[in-house]
């Protein structure tokens, strides 16, 4: 089945213990990217990547890391999370830059104290 | 840049009643549209798209949405809300340079159906 998985699909932290979510896609994709979602605010962008090893930030990539070593993987790392990067967190890949569809994970509620 | 306004965060219809969710976009170039619903606790999934061609769209679950250059909108429109339709539900345009990828979201329409 073609999808995008996350894991974890929830965590609770505290500030400044540095945490990795997941991000994998079995359907080829070169695109991958990151959104953060809040409450009135819709779904913001945090980082993308256009292929492996290519990477850039999108609309609030401030406390956040990412890496694509590979083409199916792509990480998001918080060094040192703090409590406004309390969010729900999806990942999302498609073909292409302006391919017909974007493929979301299943998303990643974090809760940092 | 490109930009999504949807038009009313949230949205209540009666179950049975005509449902219209309200999309404007500005874009430099001719867009990609679509619309995404995200059920509670779930992530996004594609309702239907706009590329080229027909600019009346018909998406999943009785959905559709027409895309008005002259208005430059991409409303959504079902025909009888039902109760499962209850969900949030974004806009987005894909265009160029917009939202550092391309692709912009709108903040979403909560849409309530009432008995």
């Known amino acids: 089945e073609a999808q995008v998985t996350q894991n974890p699909r929830y965590l609770i932290t505290v500030t400044g213990k540095k945490l990795t979510v997941t991000c994998s896609q079995n359907?080829?994709?070169?695109?991958m990217s990151w959104y953060r979602q809040d409450p009135g605010l819709g779904l913001r962008q945090i980082y993308y990547?256009?292929?492996?090893?290519?990477?850039d930030k999108g609309d609030v990539p401030e406390g956040y890391k990412v890496s694509r070593k590979e083409k199916r993987n792509f990480p998001l790392i918080l060094e040192s999370p703090s409590p406004n990067q309390t969010s729900l967190y999806f990942c999302a890949s498609r073909p292409g830059v302006r391919a017909n569809e974007q493929f979301f994970g299943p998303g990643t509620r974090l809760t940092v104290l | 840049a490109q930009s999504v306004t949807q038009l009313g965060s949230h949205v209540s219809v009666s179950e049975g009643a005509l449902v219209l969710l309200r999309c404007n976009y500005s874009?430099?170039?001719?867009?990609?549209l679509f619309w995404y619903v995200q059920y509670p606790n779930q992530g996004l999934q594609l309702l239907l798209k706009y590329t080229t061609g027909a600019t009346l769209v018909k998406g999943i679950n009785g959905f559709e949405a027409e895309f008005k250059k002259s208005e430059t909108s991409f409303h959504l429109t079902k025909p009888s809300a039902h109760m499962s339709d209850a969900a949030e539900y974004f806009c987005?345009?894909?265009?160029?340079?917009?939202?550092?990828?391309?692709?912009?979201f709108g903040k979403g329409t909560h849409l309530i159906i009432q008995p």
């Open positions: 874009s430099s170039v001719p867009p990609y």
């Open positions: 359907m080829n994709h070169e695109y």
């Open positions: 990547s256009m292929n492996v090893e290519v990477t």
């Open positions: 987005a345009v894909s265009g160029s340079g917009g939202g550092a990828d391309g692709l912009t």
